[in-house]
């Protein structure tokens, strides 16, 4: 217990400093980037010295650490700031002679309303992937240099090799446009999660198949599987019981190096499906040069990172005991 | 497993589970969109300004507004009559005095919150939004002063802004008219929009913003109860979308996306020749091309036509600054066509014999808001090298590139040539031309001409309408072409996709609508 105390401590110091780290990055490229956020809220036929004023209102024309040791003030007292375009609704905001912040959204209120989305397309994404990629993988595992090999290596290279974008729009022209089968547009339902999941899907199972056929192969040859065999273990047994668990490890650590590909496809399928989920958030927030959301969402999104990776490593722990902190 | 038929009913109980949502409605179900008394609208851009009016001047927001607010009088601008006014809020407009405009008002017009519009609303609003430090002053020639006559007449005096009263016979149309009890509350003001139009604000649910019919609307009643304005980024995603009957209108359909639509029965297609042109803005305040002589160079070594025909149906040829639509329009005689030996004599006589001495030209344009025009500026460079201009393409997301295109006093001008195009919503010239090349404006080439200056001055001072049209196409177009701070290319063309069964949108040039007709079939 002791050991596993000292092991999150430490973990969780070293996440605290990626985000420390992560969010300053964010906060000051956002500021250096062309692209002014008053601008885009005023419009291109406001006077130039409108906008000046404005932007000196919302404090973008202070110095920049000036600007950062403020933000940071109000996140260690919970508070991730307020958009500079959405409303409480969610729909966006701007103008000026907005004198009165209170009106915009909460970023925590806009990312806690988008999280859940995401985390619905994300799931249900992982759950078609372990359905594509566990069997496949498990097949061309237990059947190595034979035709379920191949079959898995051929798989996972048309997948890895179709950009997301692409299958998208493919699959929401037949499925969606043509046959009406399944909406995918927007969001009005949890129907509307089933294309983009797949994409998803598609796009992160061709790893999972390589990795468990390798690791399941590399299993099989291990001595502890003839010698359980000859002890009068059934194949199904052998392969359930021990070369399944054995096998596991390095496939979950997998899982937390795809959290990224996760992450960074629910950007760009969200955007394709108008998905109201926080990659489509993200997208809005970086086109309208939203900086309070955009930067709440890089140190929230940092944080899932940081705790995913450490979840895994302690479910790795669990699941083989050979392992330590 | 063994099969039996234990084992074959649980199979097909767990099938059957498997495609019914909690609530036991079926998983898979037609994608079509909701009922026939609903109309969707897939916007290219998001709302990004508040319900204030006059705190803004972002398109989709006026998109929206023009639904919610009403106005004293519209202009169609249709191709066949570009100057046609359309009394709205007002029944007549008279021009008394050299400063004095008139309003003659509807009666018995409400607001969405039931309170009667009036000539005080008509006072409330202008002296609101006239105010030069608001962005929607923009829109307003100069500050007015307003003089409630009587309940149904309103007296606007332009004296104050020193421009004649004869040009808000046009800029009016731009105007949304606010509740006076709302200009008192600014903070009720921003968060929900009161207007008299024939739809009304009713919430907005994340990219989705709803506005319901209007039972009170006194100018007709609308043959569908729900407009949804919600915010689709993607081209390709609006397309499908409007395929599959999930939305029933997108705008902004890229050129070859016209072409394969044409050939679906699914979508109406149509083409509006916008409110818009397509400038190249020399940085007329900064060397090389300070110099006009380089600038008419430019010019006569683009190829329009191409240029136009790299556009496709999202383009329409033009000769002038203004759009068709706007008062005042003409081809400009003389306007530059592209001509290599021209070109080459310009360029000797500006001291750059076949581009010789000249240092790099940077022209910057954006890519994902106008249709193909970063295709089309690597075609102009490419002409431009043609010629031994050397010319160099830098191109950039829509934010970056809004900060960089305005000219601002106190830094030098990012680039030499900036892509810009222009639109406002009404006939009125003045919105192109003082904004564009009036050196106390001059927003993006900088210009600083006293002679431009003059001559604008001079059109926009004339209160007789056809002595200011005969100004502006004799003298006022020909003096700006002759100094060339800026080039137009082409006339924008709005392409939009309705569903078949969705009849009578009017889509003005500015890509508002009327949706005072529309109704299913």
């Known amino acids: 217990m002791v050991f596993l105390l000292g092991f999150l401590a430490r973990r969780l110091l070293q996440g605290a400093a990626i985000i420390g780290l992560v969010s300053f990055a964010v906060f000051a490229l956002l500021r250096v980037i062309p692209g002014d956020p008053v601008?885009?809220?005023?419009?291109?036929?406001?006077?130039?010295?409108v906008v000046e004023q404005t932007a000196r209102q919302l404090g973008l024309r202070?110095?920049?650490?000036?600007?950062?040791?403020?933000?940071?003030?109000?996140?260690?007292?919970?508070e991730l700031g307020r958009s500079f375009t959405k409303a409480p609704s969610g729909e966006a905001v701007g103008g000026n002679l907005d004198l009165n912040r209170g009106e915009r959204a909460k970023v925590f209120d806009l990312i806690a309303g988008t999280l859940p989305l995401t985390f619905q397309l994300a799931g249900l994404a992982l759950v078609f992937a372990i359905i594509i990629a566990v069997p496949l993988g498990l097949l061309g595992g237990?059947?190595?240099?034979?035709?379920?090999?191949?079959?898995?290596?051929?798989?996972?290279?048309?997948?890895?090799?179709?950009?997301?974008?692409?299958?998208?729009?493919?699959?929401?022209l037949i499925f969606t446009a043509q046959l009406g089968w399944i909406p995918s547009i927007g969001y009005n339902g949890f129907v509307y999660t089933v294309l983009p999941a797949l994409v998803i899907a598609v796009e992160i199972a061709p790893i999972v198949i390589r990795s468990l056929t390798v690791s399941v192969a590399a299993t099989m040859q291990q001595p502890f599987v003839e010698i359980a065999l000859l002890r009068g273990l059934s194949r199904r047994q052998v392969i359930i019981s021990h070369v399944l668990r054995n096998s596991a490890v390095p496939v979950l650590n997998l899982f937390g190096v795809q959290l990224g590909t996760l992450l960074g496809g629910v950007l760009i399928v969200e955007y394709i499906f108008s998905y109201p989920g926080l990659g489509f958030l993200t997208v809005q927030s970086v086109l309208q040069r939203d900086?309070?959301?955009?930067?709440?969402?890089?140190?929230?999104?940092?944080s899932v990172f940081v705790l995913i990776n450490l979840l895994v490593d302690l479910i790795s722990a669990y699941v083989d005991r050979r392992l330590d902190y | 497993m063994k099969k039996s038929r234990r084992g074959i009913i649980k199979f097909a109980a767990l099938g059957a589970g498997l495609l019914l949502t909690p609530q036991g409605r079926p998983l898979l179900r037609s994608a079509k969109a909701e009922g026939r008394r609903k109309i969707v609208f897939a916007s290219a851009e998001p709302l990004t300004g508040n319900w204030d009016p006059t705190t803004h001047t972002i398109l989709a927001q006026l998109n929206i507004e023009a639904q919610i607010f009403g106005q004293l009088v519209r202009c169609p601008m249709r191709s066949d009559n570009p100057l046609e006014i359309v009394y709205e809020l007002a029944t007549a407009q008279k021009i008394t005095d050299t400063y004095t405009i008139e309003y003659t008002l509807r009666r018995d017009v409400?607001?969405?919150?039931?309170?009667?519009?009036?000539a005080g609303d008509v006072k409330a609003t202008m002296e609101y939004a006239s105010q030069q430090d608001k962005p929607g002053a923009f829109w307003y020639p100069g500050p007015v002063e307003v003089e409630v006559v009587d309940r149904y007449t309103a007296r606007v005096h332009t004296n104050k802004g020193n421009f004649p009263a004869s040009m808000m016979t046009f800029a009016a149309a731009a105007w949304p008219m606010l509740s006076a009890a709302d200009v008192n509350d600014p903070a009720t003001l921003r968060t929900r929009p009161n207007g008299t139009g024939p739809l009304k604000f009713v919430e907005q649910k994340g990219n989705d913003t709803i506005l319901a019919r209007n039972p009170d609307w006194t100018s007709g009643s609308l043959a569908f109860d729900e407009f949804v304005f919600s915010h689709i980024p993607d081209g390709t995603t609006r397309v499908l979308a409007v395929l599959s009957g999930e939305v029933d209108i997108i705008e902004r359909l890229e050129p070859e996306q016209y072409a394969t639509l044409s050939k679906d029965n699914r979508v109406k297609l149509t083409r509006t020749v916008a409110n818009e042109n397509k400038y190249m803005h020399f940085r007329c305040n900064k060397p090389p091309l300070d110099n006009v002589l380089l600038r008419k160079a430019i010019a006569y070594a683009i190829d329009r036509d191409q240029v136009a025909q790299v556009v496709g149906a999202a383009a329409t040829p033009s000769n002038c600054y203004l759009n068709p639509a706007k008062f005042g329009y003409i081809d400009i005689p003389e306007y530059p066509r592209f001509d290599a030996a021209k070109c080459?004599?310009?360029?000797?006589?500006?001291?750059?014999?076949?581009?010789?001495?000249?240092?790099?030209?940077?022209?910057l344009v954006s890519e994902g808001f106008y249709p193909k025009n970063k295709e089309y500026a690597e075609i102009i460079v490419a002409m431009l090298q043609e010629q031994g201009i050397p010319a160099k393409l830098t191109v950039?997301?829509?934010?970056a590139w809004l900060e960089r295109i305005f000219q601002k006093k106190s830094t030098v001008p990012y680039a030499d040539i900036v892509d810009v195009g222009w639109s406002t919503g009404t006939p009125e010239p003045n919105f192109i031309l003082k904004a564009q090349f009036l050196s106390s404006k001059a927003l993006f080439n900088g210009i600083n001409d006293p002679e431009i200056d003059a001559i604008i001055e001079l059109e926009s001072k004339e209160p007789d309408i056809d002595k200011r049209r005969e100004i502006i196409q004799t003298r006022t177009l020909p003096t700006i072409a002759e100094k060339m701070p800026s080039f137009s290319l082409f006339t924008s063309v709005l392409i939009h996709a309705t569903r078949a069964n969705l009849e009578g949108v009017y889509f003005y040039p500015s890509g508002a609508m009327d949706l005072s007709k529309a109704h299913y079939t």
Do not use: C
């Open chain 1, 39 to 49: 601008r885009l809220m005023l419009g291109p036929m406001t006077p130039d010295y």
């Open chain 1, 291 to 302: 900086f309070p959301t955009i930067q709440a969402i890089a140190m929230v999104t940092t």
């Open chain 1, 142 to 172: 237990l059947h190595a240099d034979r035709w379920p090999d191949s079959l898995a290596l051929y798989v996972a290279s048309v997948f890895v090799s179709v950009p997301n974008f692409w299958l998208g729009i493919m699959l929401a």
């Open chain 2, 396 to 399: 950039m997301e829509v934010a």
């Open chain 2, 110 to 118: 409400k607001f969405h919150n039931g309170a009667e519009f009036t």
């Open chain 1, 62 to 78: 202070d110095p920049l650490l000036l600007q950062y040791l403020r933000y940071m003030k109000g996140v260690m007292k919970g």
């Open chain 2, 344 to 363: 080459q004599e310009l360029l000797k006589q500006a001291g750059f014999p076949k581009g010789n001495g000249l240092p790099e030209i940077e022209y």
